[in-house]
């Protein structure tokens, strides 16, 4: 990789950050879960690819930052946390994220971590819980949210959804694909989701 090769992604990494800090500026429910990191540090990640990017290669959003997140698509260590066993091949064709800050992200914190997450139309993402307390806020498209002790709800760009710590949630895209900007907080942050719910 050339200098001016790597200093083009840091731009456009540094564009997505910039965009997903002005929807963190424009929620007051995110702004209101967590402060935005003071200790963000750019580090060059391995790009990892995953069969996710075909699909958002192809989806046309006017969000700047859908735009910025397509921006980057070659570029980002995307990550799958389930296997095939835990959530069947076709959702693993269909499902991915960065960690665009975080200890392990393109953005090193240990304050917070921020991602930005991708799952096909037709989706389930199963019932699972981590210790981590967590906010979704969609970017494009669109989920039906279900947490325990919650309503259900489908949220489209803009709205919200705070999963407490260990609560167990689940998520569906009946409508359409979503992106949803995700920050962790809280104990646990460095852990992992467990599949199912809490006995």
């Given at each position: 990789m050339t200098s001016a090769s790597s200093?083009?992604?840091a731009s456009l990494f540094s564009t997505l950050l910039s965009e997903a800090k002005k929807v963190y500026d424009a929620t007051p429910a995110m702004q209101g879960f967590a402060k935005w990191p003071t200790d963000l540090t750019y580090h060059h990640q391995?790009?990892?690819w995953i069969p996710?990017?075909?699909q958002l290669t192809l989806w046309e959003n006017n969000h700047p930052l859908h735009k910025a997140t397509q921006s980057?698509?070659?570029y980002g260590k995307w990550k799958?946390?389930?296997t095939e066993q835990e959530v069947g091949y076709g959702?693993?064709?269909d499902y991915g994220y960065i960690e665009l800050f975080g200890p392990d992200g393109h953005f090193r914190s240990d304050q917070v971590r921020g991602y930005v997450g991708y799952w096909g139309k037709g989706l389930y993402y199963p019932w699972h819980h981590h210790e981590a307390e967590e906010i979704y806020t969609v970017i494009?498209?669109?989920g039906y949210f279900e947490a325990e002790g919650k309503a259900p709800v489908t949220l489209t760009s803009g709205q919200c959804q705070i999963h407490e710590s260990n609560q167990p949630h689940?998520?569906?895209?009946?409508e359409s694909a979503i992106l949803t900007l995700v920050l962790w907080g809280g104990a646990g942050m460095a852990g992992l989701p467990k599949m199912g719910t809490i006995s």
């Amino acid at each position: 990789m050339t200098s001016a090769s790597s200093d083009l992604i840091a731009s456009l990494f540094s564009t997505l950050l910039s965009e997903a800090k002005k929807v963190y500026d424009a929620t007051p429910a995110m702004q209101g879960f967590a402060k935005w990191p003071t200790d963000l540090t750019y580090h060059h990640q391995a790009p990892v690819w995953i069969p996710a990017i075909r699909q958002l290669t192809l989806w046309e959003n006017n969000h700047p930052l859908h735009k910025a997140t397509q921006s980057i698509l070659p570029y980002g260590k995307w990550k799958q946390t389930y296997t095939e066993q835990e959530v069947g091949y076709g959702f693993l064709q269909d499902y991915g994220y960065i960690e665009l800050f975080g200890p392990d992200g393109h953005f090193r914190s240990d304050q917070v971590r921020g991602y930005v997450g991708y799952w096909g139309k037709g989706l389930y993402y199963p019932w699972h819980h981590h210790e981590a307390e967590e906010i979704y806020t969609v970017i494009s498209g669109s989920g039906y949210f279900e947490a325990e002790g919650k309503a259900p709800v489908t949220l489209t760009s803009g709205q919200c959804q705070i999963h407490e710590s260990n609560q167990p949630h689940a998520l569906t895209m009946k409508e359409s694909a979503i992106l949803t900007l995700v920050l962790w907080g809280g104990a646990g942050m460095a852990g992992l989701p467990k599949m199912g719910t809490i006995s």
